[in-house]
């Protein structure tokens, strides 16, 4: 069965950096779009980032500039590397993928597996 594990939230000050982390499982790793979505208290879920098989990235115009979504096809993880962040960054972040399927959007509807969400909290 295809999971997906996320790690590495924390809490930081604004300005500070984090990476975070999903472990893919039960698929072809390599075939898959993969992206990262984020919901903050109150607020809808949306897309931050995504990457496509060919290597195409896209970002949400907030994060653009600040985070680098990046895939390790032999370790089958995803990252998201978050640089100056801001207090409006904080939220819930999920790693996303639609085996064997691949579009490479930010949109929810492209992807039909999520992982648990891991906690990112920045302070003024």
């Known amino acids: 069965a295809v999971r997906l594990v996320e790690s590495g939230g924390g809490s930081v000050q604004a300005g500070g950096s984090l990476r975070i982390s999903c472990a893919a499982f039960g698929y072809n790793y390599s075939t898959s779009c993969m992206g990262w979505f984020r919901q903050a208290p109150g607020k809808q879920r949306e897309g931050v980032a995504s990457?496509?098989?060919?290597?195409?990235?896209r970002y949400a115009d907030s994060v653009k500039g600040r985070f680098v979504i990046s895939k390790d096809n032999v370790k089958n993880a995803l990252y998201l590397q978050m640089n100056s962040l801001k207090p409006q960054d904080t939220a819930i972040y999920y790693c996303?993928?639609?085996?064997?399927?691949?579009?490479?959007?930010?949109?929810?509807?492209?992807?039909?597996?999520w992982g648990q969400g891991t906690q990112v909290t920045v302070s003024s």
């Open positions: 996303a993928a639609d085996p064997p399927y691949c579009s490479g959007g930010l949109l929810l509807s492209e992807y039909n597996y």
């Open positions: 990457i496509h098989t060919h290597g195409t990235r």
